[in-house]
């Protein structure tokens, strides 16, 4: 069971229609760069909870998600029409191991994620994690849409903040968008589109992937991987990539 703290929306933004990101202030516990919370609402007699990575650093607050609004869904509907004021249920104690606690250095850290998926990399990316375990930090965020390509001032801010060591290669699938690699992550990989973007390639000895986002994406992206000698990374038998399934 989980124990629950009572919070307040102090902000909201939607980035196109049915994307937001949304801040509590709540007591919440301290947390690892990668994890993730539960927000609940009390609807019709029962507490309808879902996880939601965070996106804030874990020094930073307020707490922020990140999410698609599911018209059919239960709970982010009614989350997208609270307003400030409004108040939430947070669980108390964020959880989860996505995170680089276990993770070896590397060459190169690769980030690669879809959708809403690029909120637990910005968290990430605003910790001082990947910059003392890697020498360079790719993050790839795949979309279907240009508008969807979301906190482009703070990824622009980390940019500015650690140069080369950072490169940031968003991927369109269902339109033309300047500067955005057109295409679905795996078939940018497939193809060696993505790596020759960068200049570089994923092999065992240079890299760790980070992989989070929709299922067939990472079962995709999994093959290719392991078809170059990568391994999935455990916390207790390390290896090459890690994957988490976000809800």
Not at 26 to 46: H, M, N, R, S, T
Not at 113 to 142: C, K, M, N, Q
Request: hydrophobic share 40%.
């Amino acid at each position: 069971m989980n124990d629950w703290v009572k919070a307040t929306v102090v902000g909201k933004h939607a980035w196109t229609e049915g994307l937001y990101s949304m801040q509590f202030d709540g007591p919440v516990a301290d947390f690892k760069a990668g994890q993730y919370i539960k927000v609940a609402l009390d609807i019709e007699g029962d507490r309808v909870g879902r996880p939601y990575s965070l996106v804030n650093a874990p020094q930073e607050r307020p707490i922020e998600i990140y999410f698609n609004e599911v018209p059919e869904g239960p709970l982010t509907p009614r989350l997208s029409d609270l307003n400030l004021g409004d108040t939430v249920w947070l669980s108390a104690k964020p959880g989860g191991i996505f995170t680089l606690e276990t993770v070896a250095p590397a060459p190169t850290l690769w980030l690669l994620a879809t959708g809403t998926a690029l909120g637990v990399y910005l968290s990430i990316l605003r910790s001082p994690d990947p910059w003392e375990r890697f020498e360079r930090v790719v993050l790839v965020h795949g979309v279907r849409h240009g508008a969807d390509l979301a906190y482009d001032e703070t990824i622009a801010a980390i940019g500015a903040r650690y140069g080369d060591r950072f490169a940031f290669v968003p991927a369109v699938t269902r339109e033309e968008r300047p500067g955005a690699l057109p295409g679905r992550i795996s078939d940018l990989l497939t193809d060696g589109r993505l790596e020759a973007r960068l200049g570089q390639r994923i092999t065992a000895e240079t890299s760790h992937v980070m992989l989070c986002g929709n299922s067939a994406m990472i079962k995709d992206v999994k093959v290719i991987l392991e078809n170059r000698g990568l391994v999935r990374h455990r916390r207790h038998v390390p290896g090459q990539y890690t994957t988490e399934q976000y809800h």
